[in-house]
């Protein structure tokens, strides 16, 4: 009988190297989705839950919360297997909301290595990656950095 174990598909620091880029999978942006956000978060801001409000407002519809997309993004980040299992720690962000995201919309992010730096003392190093949010239409509707610290390879 074989005995599987687990073997993390992630990046270590060592592998990554300025202007590596990636582009996620894509996900469909639910109602359920913000509902369920609001009720974690207790943002229970009529534009993104009351449809009647919303539709009296600037964008006529409801719209995903910003931090909900920037969850969804980083999400997506992990699925793609690049940092699963090797990253120790979200550092830093940076993140402007250049437009909304409503219900049925689908993102994606793509993601650009802009530096590196090795902080064996924390055994790793830090990534920065620039990443912007693109919607089915291919606007971008979030972007800005990431910062994140990785394992080093002999700290596996």
Do not use: C
Request: proline letters at 2%; hydrophobic letters at 40%; a neutral charge.
């Amino acid at each position: 009988m074989t005995k599987l174990t687990y073997q993390p598909r992630g990046r270590y620091f060592e592998q990554f190297a300025v202007g590596d880029q990636l582009v996620t999978a894509a996900r469909t942006i639910t109602e359920s989705d913000i509902v369920n956000f609001a009720g974690m978060t207790g943002d229970f801001n009529q534009i993104h839950t009351d449809a009647e409000f919303a539709a009296q407002g600037g964008f006529g519809q409801r719209v995903a919360h910003g931090l909900l997309v920037q969850s969804i993004a980083t999400g997506l980040a992990v699925q793609s297997g690049i940092i699963e299992g090797t990253v120790l720690a979200f550092r830093e962000l940076s993140a402007k909301f250049s437009l909304p995201v409503f219900i049925g919309d689908t993102v994606h992010v793509e993601l650009e290595i802009t530096e590196t730096k090795a902080l064996p003392r924390l055994g790793g190093g830090t990534i920065n990656m620039k990443y912007a949010v693109y919607n089915q239409h291919g606007k971008a509707v979030q972007r800005g950095d990431w910062v994140m610290l990785i394992k080093s390879q002999g700290n596996g």
